[in-house]
């Protein structure tokens, strides 16, 4: 496997791990997704720890740190973004290395994009 897949495919796993754990960053939901009943709140949380669907269309770069979703008729994203653990933006964080990097996940509303 060539280096740059083999990079994407631990981003990807350690990703998978964040959302199934939220061990390794925080996770926050919009003002349009804390609006929506707890219910509803509760099934998109349970969805976006699922495991996704990835293809080129939303995964261009096989890393599994976005995906579009509909739940309960609200069109959902979700996206991790990376930065670095002690929150100084002069590092540079790296998403293949859980030491490195603190990952930040945040579901919104599509119209909240």
Do not use: C
Request: net charge negative.
């Amino acid at each position: 496997m060539p280096t740059d897949l083999r990079r994407a495919a631990t981003i990807a796993r350690l990703n998978e791990e964040f959302r199934f754990t939220g061990r390794g960053g925080q996770m926050f939901m919009t003002a349009g997704v804390a609006a929506l009943p707890p219910a509803t709140q509760r099934l998109i949380m349970d969805t976006v720890q699922m495991p996704g669907e990835f293809g080129p269309d939303n995964d261009p770069y096989f890393e599994g740190d976005f995906q579009a979703m509909t739940v309960h008729g609200h069109r959902i994203f979700w996206k991790i973004d990376y930065y670095p653990p002690d929150d100084d933006p002069s590092r540079d964080p790296d998403p293949a290395d859980p030491a490195a990097v603190k990952r930040v996940l945040t579901i919104m509303l599509a119209e909240e994009y």
